[in-house]
Every structure is written in structure tokens, then in C-alpha cells.
């Protein structure tokens, strides 16, 4: 049977396959992009980084987006349920991105995005499931099932936007866990669960119990997502359903439960676990990951969809100039996995500090010293990606310095400064 020839295939249509596909059409290059699901699909990940919306512009999609009535968010709220702390942290304006995002069904969300790269010129095939892929010095070889998928294409570079089923991974490679972010997250929709009103309406609320912690994510039409998140090492010692488990972490944060007094629950309860892995490889000879399939952070910062969406387009520029000059060997994508490598570390250091005390106190009692609001709102709002300047890395550098003395003078005071991770 005769292949199909393309330039580029995409393996999967989530934002990171929908992002790729949709640069590299826009800069001439012939895509195909199989996706095994038929959209829409339920996914987690419903809050988005400010910094998204820079690139929901560049790719032609923001307008639409802005059109279809998600719910604004414009800040964050930390709740130390243990210590009675509350703070909010609203994003900066005068930013290269919007001092706003949404909260969105990511359903909708990702819909629109794959139907973007349709528009914008990408061959896109569901249900279809990508089975195997064969290199050769010339391209890829990529044998495809599904009703009306071509079943063998050729092309001559592959990007894996597989998601968490990391495609690359699987076949060439493997997954790497980082220590002690392996957590399970248990979540639900809601009806008439309580509200904020005006401009907090919007706002991700995070609550820090000893247990775990919460995601409170108010989205459009009186539904809200409430996710609880806790080490594995919890779910393993439950003996009963999920939903109860669920039902028990809920009851354990007086503030939640209190929040879904009147409510109702509209879904069933999902479950994501594992969460925080690095794939090996990131690049290699005609072939190139992006979003999940390159590297899963926890998501208590809600970086999961700027990182496919960034990604995606920075793996589009590097393969629009391995077009330019006739190169794809692995060599030629390194810078490209450098780039991806400096902008998820510092999202990955926030991580990890933030479930120390010592660092999650400065969190909650934010001082702007020499620049250091600013430079922890840029991570949180995924300036790391973007424009990372000297000032800023130094202002982090400080903050990180602090918390350092801060753990000393706790250690000298008797109070707690082991981390969280250890829950």
C-alpha cells in the first residue's frame, strides 16, 4: 500500500500538538496530526498562566477564546489551613502578557485550539492511534489505525505530543520520577458550590492541609472543579472507594467542606496520578516532544497548559529552520531542549520550595525587596519561558537565599522546617 507524504506529523491533539500543528501550517509546512480521541474529551488542567494568553495571540486563537465566556481569573489565593494564613496574589500589569487568564473546561478549551490548527491548514485525523513509528536516514515512517486515517504515512520529522502516554518515551526511551513529587490527585465537578464576587470570582484558590492540598478552581456557569491532592504512599493505605477517600480529604479542610455545603456533585470523581516526571529523549534524529510528553510538573502552579502551548511553538521554530537548511539529527534540536530545560527548572524550584515551611511562610507574608514580588509573580505567571532577565534571577536568587536563613532561625526556634514532599 502506497504512503502518504507529509513534512510533519503530529502525535497528538492536545494544546501542545494543537500549538506545533498550527505554527508549522502557518509557516508553510505540510501536517498531519492523529489524535486516538474524538473531541471534546474531559482533561484536567482547568487554570490557566497569564503568559498563555500572549500565546493563544500568536497563534491567531486568542480572539475566539476570549469570545466563548470562561470565567476571568485574575489572581491566585494560598490558604495554610494549619497556621489561619490567607493570601492573594493578583498578576502585574505592564507585562509582555496580560495581567489576567481563565479558568476553562478544558473540553471546550482544547477544542477550539485542535479546530484552530485545522483552520489554520493541519490534516487532522480522529480517532486515530498512532501504533508504531520506524526512523530512517531520510524520515519517519509512522503506521496509523483508525476509520478514515491513512494507515502508513511518511514524513520527514515527528513531533510527539503525546501527552502522558509519552509516546518517544515508551518506544525509545523511558520515564524518570522526580524524587518525592509522585502525589495522586482525586477531583470533581460542582453545582452551587460557593462563590466570590467581583474580582476574586475567578481566582484559583489553593488550600494547604497537613494532609495534601486542595485546588478550588471556579469556572464559568456555577461549576467549580475542587481537586485534592495527596502523597501516594495516602492512597495506598485507604482501604475503601475513592469516592469516599475523596469524601474524607474534603471533611478534613474545614473550608472546602464548607464551601460544598449546598453543593452538588456533577461528575464523577477522576483520578491523575504520578505527578511529576522527565521523559528521556527529549529530541533525536527527526524527532522532537513537546508539553506533557517532555515533562509533567505538580500542578499546584497551574503551568501545565503554557508549558504544551510554549513548547509547541518553540519546537515549530526549531523545525522551520531544520527545514531552512536540509538538518535534522538530534544535534541540530539540542538547543531547543536546552530552551525547554531553562524555562520548566525554575517552575520545578518553585515546586519543590513551596512545600518547604520556611519558604512557603515568605509565600504567604510577601515582602517586595529588591524586586522579589515581582520576580516570584513572573515564574508564577510563566515569564520563565519567555523573558527571564538578569534582574530577576537574582531577585529569585534572594528569595531562595532568605529562605535559607529563614530554615536556620526556625531550626533555632523548634519549629517544623521539613518538607511537605515528605507527606
Known amino acids: ?24 501550517s502557518q509557516a508553510g509546512l505540510k501536517v498531519a496530526l492523529f489524535e486516538r480521541e474524538v473531541f471534546p ?22 480572539r475566539e477564546i476570549e469570545a466563548c465566556g470562561f470565567q476571568i481569573k485574575n489572581g491566585a489565593m494560598f490558604f495554610d489551613e494549619e497556621n ?18 481563565y479558568e476553562v473546561p478544558r473540553a471546550e478549551f482544547d477544542t477550539i485550539l485542535l479546530d484552530h490548527a485545522r483552520r489554520s491548514g493541519a490534516s487532522v485525523f480522529q480517532p486515530a492511534t498512532v501504533e508504531s513509528v520506524d526512523f530512517d536516514g531520510d524520515g519517519v515512517t509512522v503506521r496509523v489505525s483508525g476509520a478514515g486515517a491513512p494507515p502508513m504515512v511518511r514524513a520527514r520529522m515527528l513531533v510527539d505530543a503525546s501527552g502522558r502516554s509519552s509516546f518517544i518515551a515508551t518506544q525509545l ?25 467581583g474580582k476574586e470570582e475567578g481566582n484559583i484558590r489553593i488550600y494547604v492541609v497537613p494532609d495534601g492540598w486542595f485546588w478550588w478552581i471556579p469556572l464559568a456557569n456555577d461549576i467549580t472543579s475542587v481537586g485534592a491532592v495527596m502523597h501516594a504512599r495516602t492512597v495506598r493505605a485507604w482501604t475503601g472507594t475513592a469516592d469516599d477517600l475523596y469524601a474524607s480529604m474534603i471533611a478534613r479542610c474545614a473550608p472546602v467542606a464548607a464551601g460544598l455545603a449546598r453543593a452538588e456533585r456533577i461528575s464523577v470523581v477522576h483520578r491523575e496520578a504520578n505527578f511529576a516526571y522527565v521523559n528521556t529523549p527529549i529530541v533525536g534524529d527527526r524527532f522532537v516532544t513537546v508539553g506533557d510528553a517532555v515533562t509533567f510538573v505538580d500542578p499546584i502552579f497551574s503551568g501545565g497548559v503554557y ?11 526549531a523545525i522551520v529552520r531544520a527545514f531552512a537548511d536540509g538538518r ?60 527571564f532577565r538578569w534582574r530577576t534571577r537574582l531577585s529569585l536568587g534572594l528569595v531562595f537565599a532568605i529562605a535559607r536563613i529563614n530554615t536556620w532561625v526556625r531550626q533555632r526556634r523548634g519549629r517544623p522546617v521539613d518538607s511537605r514532599l515528605e507527606w
Open 307 to 317: 508549558i504544551a502551548l510554549r513548547t509547541g511553538q518553540l519546537a515549530a521554530e
Open 1 to 24: 500500500m502506497s504512503d502518504v507524504r507529509y513534512d510533519v506529523v503530529v502525535v497528538g491533539g492536545g494544546p501542545g500538538g494543537s500549538s506545533s500543528a498550527t505554527f508549522l
Open 173 to 197: 526511551g523511558e520515564r524518570r520520577r522526580r524524587p518525592n513529587l509522585g502525589k495522586v490527585a482525586l477531583f470533581a465537578h460542582f453545582r452551587g458550590a460557593d462563590r466570590l464576587s
Open 328 to 387: 535534522f539529527s538530534a544535534r541540530r534540536f539540542r538547543a531547543y531542549q536546552r530552551r525547554v530545560e531553562r524555562g520548566v527548572a525554575p517552575l520545578f524550584k518553585f515546586i519543590h520550595k513551596y512545600y518547604e515551611p520556611a519558604f512557603f511562610d515568605l509565600l504567604m507574608h510577601p515582602r517586595n525587596f529588591l524586586g522579589m514580588y515581582e520576580a516570584v509573580l513572573n515564574v508564577l505567571s510563566g515569564g520563565s519561558f519567555i523573558r
Open 84 to 101: 489561619g494564613l490567607q493570601r492573594t496574589f493578583y498578576f502585574l500589569p505592564g507585562q509582555q502578557w496580560p495581567n489576567y487568564s
Open 41 to 62: 474529551r474531559f482533561h484536567v488542567g482547568e487554570s490557566l498562566m497569564p503568559a498563555t494568553m500572549l500565546l493563544l495571540e500568536q497563534m491567531g486563537v486568542r
